[in-house]
């Protein structure tokens, strides 16, 4: 294991301390904790956004803590949920009294540790709403199983809800609007190679030299097939052909498109995907309303990337584009 | 027999001791059908408990067991931080104010860990999770007028091992639908080695309820 670290064990701490020098003009750690909030948190008559989740996909979640989109986000270890008292404290430090709403990736240890944490707040007689992403359409939906897992797909969920909170909407409108991004955001990914975990010291799992996975997870989860390494036209139309089947897109319909980088991929690469994606919703007759190349949710050094696509009415257009500043993303 | 602080206490750091042996077994099983941190996150979060307790002073097992589980909910993350932790939770209320039970006490607050743990975790047995080593292994426990050692250990031996031919319904590895079938639930494998060190109280090799 080759990696710029001082000790496997404090590569969350050291994140952190690192991230906060550098930007400590808007958000602040708070005391013994790894949780990030904006600096003038709590923000009177606002509804609170925190979010968060293991560390390892920066730039989520601390990345999106800013104006108009999150107020605050726990780091939980690497790939690790965080605990409930750690998202307590988040939900308390942004908590201006006008509730808080949790916006969860579907993970059996984060939605556990985020309900531990929502029990705990409605304790202190702090209102909470909840929302599960579960954009991944790699994984069968089933009520039956743990079902979908959230990916890239969340960072539009942090956008248009934080667009919606900033406006001085009440929590249920904000879990409202959270959810319907939910609905409409479909997401796939795929892996050209695995990453290591700091602290396990060797890859999650194994790929050949000219093997992919196709619909693979931000852990290193399995997806829907190994395969051999194909031109990216035919890797971006198995990951969009499984979105759309999915999506239920129809003719005119508007879609904001992201094309997230898993950590090790060059933007050139990105951008080569991209190319397909455009080509193809344009001859299904999609409209792209806004396109995202980049990286929003990675896993570690893994190569790879992720499309999503979200379905837009006016209403998401509107949020979507509304003012954001934090360090991750800009509007 | 009796089971007091000093027992409990026992209980706990035969626990964390292999755990930490077995850190990069349950690790490996997790990566096979999980994210890989089971071991390390079972490790970290059972070495500060280990602590935390040693330097305690209890008078009762109530509150012995909640900073077992306050510690687990608050150091070890993942999904198994608030399933250990809940469990022991439920086991410091059964145990409230109690010096020292016997085991049909102790039986009754381990069932009352495993009903939290199915509520918490939404999961049934069949599901390759903890509980298909928690349920059978309170069950022969709760119906047995003696339990025997190497019984109690073999039964949740083969309870994990039974995990190997199930198809995961809940956690990470349900993602993997049929090809988790073949690898064994490593919930379940650090279940196994907390009854197996609870095994290991009781000396004599049986201990009547």
Not at chain 1, 16 to 42: F, Q, Y
Not at chain 1, 50 to 76: F, I, N, Q, R, T
Not at chain 1, 155 to 166: C, P, T
Request: proline share 3%; glycine share 10%; hydrophobic share 40%.
């Amino acid at each position: 294991m080759k990696k710029l670290i001082n000790d496997p064990n404090q590569v969350v701490e050291d994140m952190l301390a690192g991230m906060v020098a550098a930007h400590s003009n808007r958000m602040k750690r708070l005391p013994n904790t790894n949780v990030i909030v904006r600096k003038e948190a709590p923000i009177q008559g606002k509804v609170g956004l925190v979010s968060g989740g293991g560390s390892g996909h920066e730039p989520s979640h601390a990345g999106y803590v800013g104006k108009g989109m999150l107020d605050g986000a726990v780091c939980g270890e690497v790939f690790t949920s965080p605990t409930p008292d750690q998202i307590f404290e988040a939900i308390q430090a942004v908590d201006s009294g006008n509730g808080v709403l949790l916006i969860i990736k579907n993970y059996t240890g984060d939605i556990m540790n985020f309900e531990m944490a929502a029990e705990m707040a409605e304790a202190e007689g702090i209102n909470v709403a909840k929302v599960v992403v579960n954009d991944d359409v790699a994984v069968e939906d089933s009520t039956y199983t743990t079902g979908r897992r959230g990916i890239a797909g969340t960072v539009f969920v942090h956008k248009i809800a934080g667009a919606l909170a900033e406006k001085g909407a009440t929590l249920k409108e904000v879990e409202a609007v959270a959810k319907k991004v939910v609905e409409n955001v479909r997401s796939m990914g795929m892996a050209l190679t695995p990453c290591t975990v700091p602290a396990a010291g060797k890859p999650g799992f194994e790929l050949g030299e000219n093997e992919i996975e196709i619909g693979m997870g931000i852990h290193g989860e399995p997806g829907i097939e190994k395969t051999q390494i194909q031109p990216a036209d035919e890797i971006a139309q198995i990951l969009l052909e499984k979105i759309l089947d999915d999506l239920k897109l129809e003719e005119n319909d508007k879609v904001a498109v992201m094309i997230n980088g898993l950590g090790a991929t060059p933007l050139m690469e990105l951008y080569i995907m991209n190319k397909k994606v455009s080509e193809v919703l344009k001859d299904k007759n999609i409209y792209i309303h806004e396109t995202f190349v980049g990286e929003f949710m990675t896993s570690l050094e893994m190569a790879g990337c992720s499309i999503s696509l979200l379905k837009l009415d006016d209403q998401l257009i509107e949020l979507l584009d509304a003012q954001a500043d934090t360090i991750a993303f800009k509007k | 027999m009796t089971f007091d602080v000093e027992q409990a206490k026992k209980w706990i750091i035969t626990f964390n001791d292999k755990i930490q042996e077995n850190k990069e077994y349950l690790t490996e099983l997790d990566q096979a059908i999980g994210d890989g941190d089971h071991g390390l996150n079972m490790a970290r979060g059972f070495q500060e408990t280990v602590k935390k307790i040693t330097e305690g002073k209890y008078d009762d097992l109530g509150s012995l067991f909640k900073d077992v589980g306050m510690t687990l909910i608050a150091k070890v993350g993942g999904a198994s931080g608030p399933l250990y932790g809940t469990a022991f939770m439920k086991a410091s209320l059964a145990l409230k104010g109690k010096k020292e039970v016997d085991i049909k006490a102790l039986v009754e607050a381990l069932a009352a860990s495993l009903d939290g743990l199915k509520v918490r975790g939404k999961a049934q047995v069949g599901d390759k999770t903890m509980i298909d080593v928690w349920e059978p292994v309170i069950e022969y426990m709760k119906n047995r007028e003696t339990i025997h050692s190497k019984e109690l250990t073999d039964l949740s031996k083969e309870k994990m091992d039974g995990t190997k031919e199930l198809e995961a319904k809940k956690g990470r590895a349900a993602y993997l639908g049929k090809r988790s079938i073949g690898h064994i639930d490593p919930g379940a494998a650090s279940s196994y080695l907390l009854f197996a060190s609870l095994a290991e109280l009781f000396e004599e090799g049986e201990v009547a309820q």
